[in-house]
């Protein structure tokens, strides 16, 4: 009913354009469109980090990376390609640890941002006469409820 009716009336388009041509609403949007894209970026960067220390730790997965090298080089000497991956492990290992610092945090940044936000909404709604009612519309919108679930779990999958 709001997009269809509601939005088409040249007043109401008229306050919606003076509102979010502010500058805060600005802000907010363009922070949000940040924060979405830094989430996606470093979630694949510490993602990427984890599978390859946990490959790093884990004698199977030495053994399938050398099965690649030798399939790669057409070369059946397991031990030379052991000793170079421990290798490269060993010398991987240590800026590999570096590199995934920067990124939990702008992760953990990103999802207090989301947090912050959905709190200050609800607690705006909240001082309102007729709670229960915007709370329930707040509550059923479907991007409020995307952002709920998206600082959720990237709490939760940081802190396992």
Request: proline share 1%.
């Amino acid at each position: 009913w709001l997009k269809e009716k509601a939005v088409t009336t040249h007043e109401l388009q008229k306050v919606l354009n003076e509102k979010i041509s502010q500058r805060v609403p600005t802000a907010i949007l363009l922070l949000n469109f940040y924060a979405v894209a830094m989430i996606l970026v470093c979630y694949r960067i510490v993602t990427w980090a984890y599978l390859e220390n946990r490959c790093n730790e884990d004698e199977d997965c030495l053994i399938q990376r050398c099965a690649l090298i030798d399939q790669e080089t057409d070369s059946a000497d397991y031990d030379t390609c052991e000793a170079k991956v421990i290798g490269d492990v060993i010398n991987n290992k240590e800026q590999a640890d570096k590199i995934a610092v920067v990124p939990l945090v702008l992760l953990f940044l990103g999802a207090a941002f989301f947090l912050v936000k959905q709190m200050s909404m609800a607690i705006s709604l909240s001082g309102t006469s007729k709670f229960k009612s915007v709370f329930t519309f707040w509550i059923r919108d479907s991007g409020n409820i995307v952002e709920i679930i998206t600082f959720s779990l990237v709490l939760v999958t940081l802190t396992i």
